[in-house]
């Protein structure tokens, strides 16, 4: 067996969230997918809308702290505890600066796209939007969302416990699709020069 220089478990930021997606929180895990399935299942098979589930639980919610407090205030209990309902600036800063580095990838992608007439990244983007817009016809947004969070909770276990073979097959595969696009890339490359000598 290979070794390899970073664990999955790091790679996938390790912590929690690591160990619920490998399913070494075993009870975590499960209940991630059932949560995930009985959601899928309220808003896709029994036709609830998201903002109907929300403002009805919200309404449960403020019904519920509104008699606890009167009748708090009624039998001299204590209030109901509420954490303090502020977002602090360190959290907006660092979700800011996530939010950056995403979008100057994208533009980053575009710039080589526009600019710099990159065809290999022109192609490449073509080709995962169009992935993208062909799973869209085959799906609603829900289902795809519902997909993404079973294959996280899925996919990561097996491929560390198949991580060589995976790995392998891959390499192999992207060899293949690297070697195509560049035959597309230089085909596309000869024509354009053949039109321009016309």
């Known amino acids: 067996m290979a070794t390899h220089p970073r664990s999955l ?19 975590a895990s499960v209940a991630a997918v059932m949560g995930a399935t009985a959601v899928w299942f309220v808003f896709e098979r029994a036709g609830y809308s998201f903002p109907s589930v929300l403002a009805n639980s919200l309404l449960l919610l403020v019904a519920i702290l509104f008699f606890w407090a009167k009748s708090a205030s009624l039998l001299n209990r204590p209030l ?8 602090s600036d360190v959290v907006v800063e660092k979700a800011a600066d996530h939010a950056l580095v995403w979008i100057n990838r994208l533009l980053a992608v575009g710039h080589d796209i526009s600019i710099k007439r990159d065809r290999k990244v022109f192609i490449q983007v073509i080709l995962i939007l169009w992935v993208v817009s062909y799973a869209g ?44 696009l560049d035959t597309i890339i230089s085909r596309a490359g000869q024509s354009t020069k053949q039109k321009k000598t016309e």
Do not use: C, M
């Open 137 to 180: 016809t085959l799906f609603n947004f829900l289902t795809l969302i519902y997909i993404g969070v079973v294959l996280s909770l899925l996919v990561p276990p097996l491929y560390e416990k198949y991580q060589d073979h995976v790995d392998e097959k891959l390499g192999v595969a992207h060899s293949v699709l690297s070697r195509h």
């Open 9 to 27: 478990h790091a790679l996938l930021g390790g912590g929690a969230v690591a160990d619920v997606l490998l399913w070494r929180r075993r009870n």
């Open 80 to 87: 109901p505890p509420l954490p303090n309902l502020e977002v």
